[in-house]
C-alpha cells in the first residue's frame, strides 16, 4: 500500500535574481528540485528579455519540490527571509523593477498562515529595522526560465556576478543555516 503521507509539496519564491535564490535553495537537505522562472505576471510564457521590462508583472522567482518531513515550509522560509532583503520594494542589490520584489506566491491557506506566521516573527525578532515588503500572494501561474538560466551558478561560478553576489549569499547560507545543508 503506498505511503499517501508521503506527499511533495511546492512553494514558489521571488527573492530577486533567481540566479541567487536557486544557487541557495539547491543546497538544502529536503529540497528535490528548484526551477528558476517567471510568476505573478499576466503574460502567458513570457521571455526574459520581456520579463526585464518591467511590463509583464512576473517576477524572477524559483518554483521549490521539497520533501516536508524532511524540511519544514516553515525552515525554508526563514532561510527565504534571511538571505535577500525582504525590506527593499522591487529591488535586490543592483537590481531594481517589479521583477526583483520580494514575494511568496501560496498554493493553499497552510502555506498563506505559515508564510504570515513567519514573516511577522521575523518583524518581531528586529532582524531588520525596516519593514518587510515580501507580499503573500496567491499562486497564480509559473513559467520556466530559459535553458541559460537553469543551474545558472553551478555553470558560471567564475563569473564576476557569481562571485561577488552569489558566493557571499552561500557562505551566509553555510554560516547561519549548516545543519540543514546538503554540503558544507
Not at 511533495?8 to 540566479?19: K, V, Y
Not at 503573500?136 to 567564475?158: D, G, L, M, S, W
Request: charged residues 30%; hydrophobic residues 30%.
Amino acid at each position: 500500500m503506498p505511503d499517501i503521507d508521503n506527499k511533495i509539496e511546492t512553494i514558489t519564491l521571488a527573492g530577486g535574481c533567481f540566479w541567487c535564490t536557486e544557487a541557495i535553495f539547491q543546497r538544502i537537505m529536503g529540497v528535490i528540485s528548484v526551477m528558476p522562472g517567471y510568476s505573478g505576471g499576466s503574460v502567458e510564457n513570457p521571455s526574459y528579455e520581456q520579463v526585464r521590462g518591467g511590463k509583464t508583472g512576473h517576477a524572477e522567482a524559483i518554483q521549490i519540490e521539497f520533501d516536508p518531513k524532511l524540511i519544514s515550509l516553515e525552515t525554508l522560509l526563514d532561510v527565504f527571509f534571511k538571505l535577500h532583503d525582504p525590506t527593499t520594494l522591487n529591488r535586490q542589490g543592483n537590481d531594481v523593477g517589479t521583477e526583483y520584489r520580494s514575494a511568496i506566491f501560496y498554493r493553499d491557506e497552510k502555506q498563506k498562515k505559515i508564510a504570515e506566521d513567519i514573516r511577522g516573527e521575523i518583524e518581531k525578532s528586529g532582524t531588520y529595522k525596516k519593514k518587510i515588503v515580501t507580499e503573500i500572494v496567491p499562486f497564480k501561474n509559473f513559467y520556466k526560465a530559459e535553458n541559460y538560466h537553469q543551474n545558472y551558478f553551478e555553470n558560471n561560478r567564475t563569473a564576476p556576478y557569481c562571485q561577488v553576489v552569489i558566493d557571499p549569499k552561500i557562505r551566509k547560507l553555510f554560516s547561519e543555516f549548516g545543519k540543514i545543508t546538503k554540503e558544507s
